[in-house]
């Protein structure tokens, strides 16, 4: 078994390998335990994976006279508490953003679209309280990226443009050789990447003629988590799992829309109508699109799926409660909505399209 093990290691090359037990069940590592001559800290990291009926264990606040968004009301005994976040803990990160310069709800609305698991950066409250007197940017205190990438690549003549590598006799090990101007360049993939998950299942249990069968089985459209090995090993040596929900998806072609519409004399222009997704999942969605009113100016197109108004998510609304958030204000609405071919996808691979969709003015 040790001879199996060395020869993994050099097969892996500087050990870069999947932790096997996937980090879900140990608490987060931090850059560095000790406090800096200038009484400022190293950022913590933690994974936070609950159930569907559990909460994270914690509350986010924003306080009169303080900075920050601060950890509160932290449960015994509760996933939090379980994992080592501290009462004063002032977040800087979820998944991967750095949100210390973000309004509250928009945090909130973060953590909330993350759904069963989250990560989190946080400082400890006097490092920042000292940080903030002394005029550091907390941004550069955090890793520079530390986001996998989830990439969609249609093939074309010559393929999906990559190829695959893997140590003999090992599942679930794969690197990316990736083609100059090909498919997957152009989709985002970096080169001698590793491949995480396949259409939004995880490759750790696959072998190499395995996985080349769910590839020839994708189609023409494959969708790829990736990371680098600096991204990998930052991960394995916390003991974190990475997970498309940490991803970076700037690299998609499919985007949340924000609409900002002033109300008419012959209203906004629309009409809401609920009806089933593709998941089965109830739905409101945007028909009748009237042209050259407010919602064909913002951008609306018909079959839009609406996610959030004023910056709130309606999952869990009703038809009548989203009619009553959108009415809420007189004159004005402001909506966040994707488009048919984006809804699908994210339902693909299980997760909210609010989740990426970065404010166009974090202030």
């Known amino acids: 078994d040790a001879c199996k093990e060395i020869r993994n290691l050099l097969l892996h090359d500087k050990k870069f390998e999947f932790n096997p037990k996937d980090g879900i069940d140990n608490p987060a590592l931090s850059l560095a335990e000790d406090t800096a001559a200038d009484g400022v800290g190293e950022p913590r990291f933690y994974l936070l994976s609950k159930g569907s009926t559990e909460t994270f264990g914690f509350c986010l606040h924003e306080e009169l006279g303080c900075h920050g968004h601060i950890i509160r009301q932290i449960e015994l005994g509760g996933l939090a508490q379980r994992r080592?976040?501290?009462?004063?803990?002032?977040?800087?990160?979820?998944?991967?953003?750095?949100?210390?310069?973000?309004?509250?709800?928009?945090?909130?609305?973060k953590i909330k679209a993350s759904g069963n698991q989250v990560l989190l950066a946080v400082l400890d409250s006097s490092s920042y309280e000292a940080a903030k007197a002394l005029g550091k940017d907390l941004s550069q205190m955090l890793p520079a990226d530390i986001r996998p990438r989830l990439c969609h690549i249609t093939r074309d003549k010559s393929g999906f443009g990559f190829s695959v590598s893997s140590p003999e006799g090992v599942k679930g090990t794969f690197q990316l050789s990736v083609w100059q101007d090909g498919p997957a360049e152009r989709a985002g993939v970096p080169p001698g990447s590793w491949l995480l998950e396949l259409n939004g299942a995880s490759v750790k249990n696959y072998s190499h003629t395995q996985l080349a069968r769910k590839l020839k089985q994708s189609g023409s459209k494959v969708t790829l988590l990736v990371a680098s090995s600096a991204v990998e090993e930052f991960y394995r040596l916390r003991g974190l799992r990475i997970t498309a929900a940490l991803a970076d998806t700037s690299w998609l072609p499919f985007k949340v829309r924000e609409l900002h519409m002033v109300k008419g004399p012959a209203g906004y222009g629309f009409l809401l109508k609920e009806d089933d997704c593709s998941s089965g999942v109830t739905g409101q969605f945007l028909w009748d699109v009237d042209a050259g009113l407010p919602a064909e100016q913002a951008g609306m197109k018909e079959g839009d799926r609406l996610l959030a108004v004023n910056g709130e998510s309606i999952e869990g609304l009703d038809h009548q409660q989203t009619v009553l958030r959108i009415r809420a204000r007189d004159d004005q609405v402001t909506l966040l909505v994707i488009d048919p071919a984006g809804d699908q996808f994210y339902q693909s691979i299980g997760l909210s399209p609010l989740l990426f969709f970065e404010d166009s003015d974090p202030a």
Do not use: E, I
């Open 84 to 109: 080592g976040l501290q009462d004063g803990d002032r977040l800087l990160q979820v998944n991967g953003h750095f949100v210390d310069h973000m309004d509250h709800h928009r945090v909130v609305q």
